[in-house]
Nanobody, 119 residues
Framework: QVQLVESGGGLVQAGGSLRLSCAASGSIFSINAMGWYRQAPGKQRELVAT???????NYADSVKGRFTISRDNAKNTVYLQMNKLNPEDTAVYYC?????????????WGQGTQVTVSS
């Protein structure tokens, strides 16, 4: 069964920090690269951070130096530590395989977690 459950979002002032967590079903997690995506209002969903099962990491330029992705393979969980948040980081954040899981031919997404950064 496919399962992606994101948590940890909230409202934070600019300059603040949040830590997101994502519990994924083992069938998704174990051998795949995992990523954090975000979708701001009126914008397309974008990939902001990727971590492979071997620990290779990549970040979008917009978050490099501020966000840190990590994973706990024993817990099938991926994390996103977000520091120095700014209002442009406001979005719904999703975790998923990279590239995203497909179910019945369509990208499958969890419910996401809302991050709102006030100025």
């Amino acid at each position: 069964q496919v399962q992606l459950v994101e948590s940890g979002g909230g409202l934070v002032q600019a300059g603040g920090s949040l830590r997101l967590s994502c519990a994924a079903s083992g069938s998704i997690f174990s051998i795949n690269a995992m990523g954090w995506y975000r979708q701001a209002p009126g914008k397309q969903r974008e990939l902001v951070a990727t971590i492979t099962s071997g620990g290779f990491i990549n970040y979008a330029d917009s978050v490099k130096g501020r966000f840190t992705i990590s994973r706990d393979n024993a817990k099938n969980t991926v994390y996103l530590q977000m520091n120095k948040l700014n209002p442009e980081d406001t979005a719904v954040y999703y975790c998923n395989k990279v590239p995203p899981i497909k179910v019945s031919g369509k990208d499958y997404w969890g419910q996401g977690t809302q991050v709102t950064v006030s100025s």
